[in-house]
Nanobody, 115 residues
Framework: QVQLVESGGGLVQPGGSLRLSCAASGRIFSIYVMGWYRQAPGKQRELVATIATGGSTNYADSVKGRFTISRDNGKNTVYLQMNSLKPEDTAVYYC?????????WGQGTQVTVSS
């Protein structure tokens, strides 16, 4: 079993920045993908960004150039640096860890972008 603990959400004005963190603990294999997804009210959960063990990344088109995902393999922690935030970035952000055949989710952290 794997546990994911997220932190760093909050309220920020448009154009501002936030940094999310997600620490994983438990039975973690050597090869896994970590990432962030988000779900806005009335919408489906969507991919934000993922990062593999080797460092390869994948971003949703809507966040490219504004968000940066990174990870510390030694700490089993993934980060999401969010810059130039827009009101449409408002959502609950969920941390995800995938290690075949398992898929784990964090409890979610609220990000609200509003003036």
């Amino acid at each position: 079993q794997v546990q994911l603990v997220e932190s760093g959400g909050g309220l920020v004005q448009p154009g501002g920045s936030l940094r999310l963190s997600c620490a994983a603990s438990g039975r973690i294999f050597s090869i896994y993908v970590m990432g962030w997804y988000r779900q806005a009210p009335g919408k489906q959960r969507e991919l934000v960004a993922t990062i593999a063990t080797g460092g390869s990344t994948n971003y949703a088109d809507s966040v490219k150039g504004r968000f940066t995902i990174s990870r510390d393999n030694g700490k089993n922690t993934v980060y999401l640096q969010m810059n130039s935030l827009k009101p449409e970035d408002t959502a609950v952000y969920y941390c995800n860890l995938r290690q075949v055949p398992f898929n784990y989710w964090g409890q979610g952290t609220q990000v609200t972008v509003s003036s």
